[in-house]
């Protein structure tokens, strides 16, 4: 997965691949891709407010990424 940020527009896609799309949020820590399949991306916080680790759905997929030393 690969993301970027610019002018306060997230965009993710598949790393190895020219094409990605802009992530609009759902909510302050949900983010929906209308534009490439419609994957949601969630980013989940500590008690301080720190990301701490990632959920991709797609489909009846879902994966978890976990920052490492958290």
């Known amino acids: ?3 970027s ?3 306060g527009e997230v965009r993710v896609g598949v790393a190895g691949t020219p094409r990605d799309g802009q992530v609009p949020p759902l ?3 949900r983010l929906v891709s209308p534009d ?7 980013f989940h916080l500590n008690t301080r407010g720190q ?3 990632l959920s ?3 489909g009846e997929g879902r994966a978890r990424y ?5």
């Open 5 to 7: 940020v610019a002018n």
């Open 51 to 53: 990301m701490n680790a």
């Open 1 to 3: 997965m690969k993301h």
């Open 27 to 29: 909510c302050p820590n």
């Open 36 to 42: 490439i399949n419609g994957p949601q991306v969630e």
């Open 56 to 58: 991709v759905v797609h």
């Open 66 to 70: 976990v920052r490492k030393g958290t």
